[in-house]
């Protein structure tokens, strides 16, 4: 049972979501008898805990919070981190082109601050399993904390191997790359794929791109695919809809492939 | 157990995908005995049935096919259609948005060719439900259609209703309307959703989301944000690494909102 | 003569740009006898004076600069401002869909700061003249002064009028609104314009635009055109070749639309 | 005295826009006694010829035409063309950033099929001079023809020349490069441009502008800047105010940088 699972009335040992603005919330666990301190005030757990979510609290200064279930973008968003994160918008593309979902059986690496390892151990449901590794034992510690908040530790396997070496598993649905040079790992990657199975990568350099571009050809991957995706918000002001004024310009050109028995002669 | 449940070997009955080349495959059932015709030859179910997914498949004009498990992304690009269908870069985002996961309870209004009721039903999961609803009967026979193919007849309520009469379920987790007027219909999401629930919107217009921002404000919607995604694919020539030349330029404005008990005093 | 005339070595008198990076430079002009401050320790006039174009300075603590002339982007971008200044990115463009050319006669509304102004009259040359209104004559005098330090005053006649009264001139070649409500002088625009002559304007919020179109259509305005412009700058590291992290995501809206005498029956 | 001087009524001689709709406009000169064939009906050039620009023509088929004299976007997207042209997003992006105004002494290699050498030309007036380079003369007839309907001949000088050898100029303002291998030619464009000259090029692909960008730090060259600039149209209609479905993904980076002397010690 995860985090997710029970809407309604806050209790004891939900993680919720204290939520003042759209730039300014908090995530955290209710435990009977403890406060949170912001700098606009604190919130006892004990005024929440009996609570229905989308409730109005108010701190002891008189400012006043949402108490929510959090989303799992909000969760991505205030992952606590050790690298850059992934984001939501790159993430959401990505379950659907690596075709994750209930059931599926994914291997991610590097493990970082399991930003994206929280949202494949959502969506591949109890039946599924994210095999996700990291060379340095001390990188995913931040991200087993990540996930146990999620009570997700169940479905997924923290490894610590050196994957030049190769994966431990066998027939996985897909594999996620986001290493600075997956192009060394492609060989490993057709190992532990499922033919038909799906490779999805993340780099940030355009001369990273053409490598991996390289060694997927070399290896007989196929219906290679590469894009970037951009999110633009809007002020959400009915009397001056706008675009804001800054966005991210770039977080990184995402690569997708599928593995094939052989290659079939003339490919496009 | 969903069409995705196997991999390996492809047997009568799977829904598989043959590929040629990213812009032509081809996603049907495996029946002994019957043939599928192409430009490009026909190629017999049952040289299909017994062989492994990855593998290289030969028509009778000796024309070369991936033989594939369909991912989602394929599913939703195929759907057969009477309406304009949603895209991956969109649906991807929005599953995160909203929070949709294994057990999520979520409506969508207007089912329209189901395209992300295809979405849905896959990542909501056995113990999560889809609410579908559309006002024409007529309309909805393709997305069951489109259902079925995927087995997962048993995560969708169709509905026909009109709407504007108010929703038949209670407390759901998110809705999401892609219609020419959910600003008509914000009251009534308002009473389905649960409190703290996850809202989402796509349209077409600059129009159309002045009038919906007024509505959500007036409802008491909070944390309301739109935005838009654009997708950009690059050739994928590692001699030659460049974006293609031409882009969708817009699919929709996508509005997110949270429901609440009651909206504080100042708000954002 | 304007600032432009002469290259080579630097005089005095001359408009000069001291630049060290990219983000940091100044613009001033050359004056025997004084010294211009930085943070990085001062640099005499007269170490430049005599000096060819393109040549390293050092100041009295060793930093180095580079002696330029200033192109008309770096004078937009470090024009003295009291109000939002234009994009290179938009102002490039405009130049082109209004045919501003050597000999052009041109209005703009308002002045603000003169950023347009500037470029405006480089490229009107000293066939052509802008006429460049202002409601407020205090708001005028830093675009006087910008433009003074080009030696451009004969290209620009300043004018302090409220145009809803009308323009003073006669059949200019365009016209170029910047101001909250060019809906509102739709038909000044029309009588001032030659027939068959550019209009434009840019405008940051779809409200605005909306309001805008309306206007143009019902003074018999045609090919009316509606468009953003996206600029998105690489790092420019020939090893990590990728965009930047920011950009700016919006400026505003650009509308173009020529004059004509009277409408045919269908337009598009 | 070019295309550009006399607005008010259509004379013999004149270069002349017959436009139907925006995507459909045809540009040529006005001859006494000729007939202009589309295939909406033919327009007498008699009919035009005494009539005010901005005036309704009508073909013998009874459909209606504008009249009009081409603006330089006009004339650059309709260039009978034998290569890839420019857009004016990138051209009015390059004017600013070349610092082109008149008096600029400019080159551009290669020709093409000169649709930005019209540009150029119109922006250098009277006083400037555009050295327009191409190794094949064959392929510069083309290009000829297109200035010569402007009149511009005096200010553009064609030369046939293999540039690896270096260009006949000396102390140009600014150089810009729209062929294959602009990093082939960094050598000879510092030669020919005066210190702190300004360069720029255009390239399709990420590996043309890395090597670009290789050549010209090796160079001392300074202020090295890469974009891309996109362009979006929108459904000019109040009701329905809304993107395009599609637009141009990629016409090429755009690089900047500037010559100097000698390059200072540390280096952004």
Same mark, same amino acid.
């Given at each position: 049972?995860?985090?997710?699972? !029970?809407? /309604? +009335?806050? *209790?004891?040992? #939900?993680? =919720? ?5 759209? $730039? ?14 912001? !700098?606009? /005030? +604190?919130? *006892?757990?004990? #005024?929440? =805990? ?5 409730? $109005? ?212």
């Amino acid at each position: 049972m995860d985090y997710f699972s !029970h809407y /309604g +009335i806050a *209790k004891a040992g #939900d993680l =919720i979501e204290l939520a003042s603005t759209q $730039v300014k919330y908090f995530i955290f666990e209710l435990k009977p008898g403890e406060e949170f301190h912001t !700098h606009r /005030g +604190i919130v *006892k757990h004990d #005024d929440m =805990i009996g609570k229905p979510y989308g409730s $109005v609290i108010e701190s002891h200064k008189g400012s006043l919070f949402y108490l929510f279930q959090p989303g799992i973008t909000e969760l991505v968003q205030t992952t606590k981190r050790n690298t850059q994160i992934m984001y939501p918008k790159d993430i959401g593309y990505i379950l659907l082109r690596l075709n994750i979902k209930p059931g599926s059986r994914v291997i991610e690496a590097g493990t970082g601050s399991g930003g994206l390892t929280q949202v494949l151990a959502s969506y591949v449901g109890n039946e599924g399993q994210v095999f996700s590794y990291e060379s340095r034992e001390e990188m995913q510690n931040l991200a087993r904390k990540n996930i146990a908040r999620l009570a997700l530790e169940d479905r997924v396997s923290f490894i610590i191997r050196d994957i030049s070496a190769g994966f431990s598993q066998e027939g996985v649905d897909a594999v996620f790359l986001d290493l600075p040079n997956p192009y060394d790992l492609i060989q490993q990657v057709k190992e532990v794929l499922v033919p038909g199975g799906f490779f999805g990568a993340l780099l940030p350099t355009t001369n990273q791109v053409i490598k991996l571009l390289i060694e997927l050809e070399r290896n007989d991957f196929v219906f290679i695919d590469v894009c970037e995706i951009s999110l633009r918000f809007y002020q959400s002001n009915a009397n001056k809809f706008r675009p804001v004024d800054r966005m991210v310009a770039h977080t990184g050109y995402l690569i997708f492939a599928r593995s094939v028995i052989e290659k079939k002669g003339e490919d496009e």
